[in-house]
T-cell receptor, first 112, second 118 residues
Framework: QKEVEQDPGPLSVPEGAIVSLNCTYSNSAFQYFMWYRQYSRKGPELLMYTYSSGNKEDGRFTAQVDKSSKYISLFIRDSQPSDSATYLCAMSAIQGAQKLVFGQGTRLTINP | NAGVTQTPKFQVLKTGQSMTLQCAQDMNHNSMYWYRQDPGMGLRLIYYSASEGTTDKGEVPNGYNVSRLNKREFSLRLESAAPSQTSVYFC?????????????????FGQGTRLTVV
């Protein structure tokens, strides 16, 4: 079993829909959680960062962490075609990116 | 502000050939990393350098060597390329100091090098 599980999709939704992307994990020591967005043939770019549990909102994006269920989510409201990308979750138990564990990535397409 | 710059962007090698992937960052980060990304496997750490003068193995180091040339530059070398090393390679860097919220856990990535070994 992988430490971090993420449904690879692909996921296709109409423009304006609410999108929910999820990751589950098995290591209860994880406390640093990230979502990266990766456009085709580009490097991943940090989208959201959360320390420990709770919610974080940034514009149309909301990240949620539920440590009791070992489950993290990224919600995208009013989705736009420009949101079409692969979304990767990443997490770590310690500070420093050398122990980051990434999910497989979910490929998302927003249809106009 | 260029961030993390990788060269080359594309490369085709024959089995047994060697090459070096170059990476430079201009964010004054102490730590730098090399990842590979394969379909269905996500990103996997090859090597990292916590600070200038130090390097350590990651999850998949076999077949690779690294050099931390200075604070800005971190190179990845394939001494004898194999088809299994066909992948997209990403260099990344992260902030220097630890903070209560662990912001030095965020990695900033380059644009990637697409390597094909035939």
């Amino acid at each position: 079993q992988k430490e971090v599980e993420q449904d690879p999709g692909p996921l296709s939704v109409p423009e304006g829909a609410i999108v929910s992307l999820n990751c589950t994990y098995s290591n209860s020591a994880f406390q640093y959680f990230m979502w990266y967005r990766q456009y085709s043939r580009k490097g991943p770019e940090l989208l959201m960062y959360t320390y420990s549990s709770g919610n974080k909102e940034d514009g149309r994006f909301t990240a949620q962490v539920d440590k009791s269920s070992k489950y993290i989510s990224l919600f995208i409201r009013d989705s736009q075609p420009s949101d079409s990308a692969t979304y990767l979750c990443a997490m770590s138990a310690i500070q420093g990116a050398q122990k980051l564990v990434f999910g497989q990535g979910t490929r998302l397409t927003i249809n106009p | 502000n260029a961030g993390v710059t990788q060269t080359p962007k594309f490369q085709v090698l024959k089995t047994g050939q060697s090459m070096t992937l170059q990476c430079a960052q201009d964010m004054n980060h102490n730590s730098m990393y090399w990842y590979r990304q394969d379909p269905g496997m996500g990103l996997r750490l090859i090597y990292y350098s916590a600070s200038e003068g130090t390097t350590d193995k990651g999850e998949v180091p076999n077949g690779y060597n690294v050099s931390r040339l200075n604070k800005r530059e971190f190179s990845l070398r394939l001494e004898s390329a194999a088809p299994s090393q066909t992948s997209v390679y990403f260099c990344a860097s992260s902030e220097i100091s630890a903070t209560r919220s662990g912001r030095n856990t965020e990695a900033f990535f380059g644009q990637g090098t697409r390597l094909t070994v035939v």
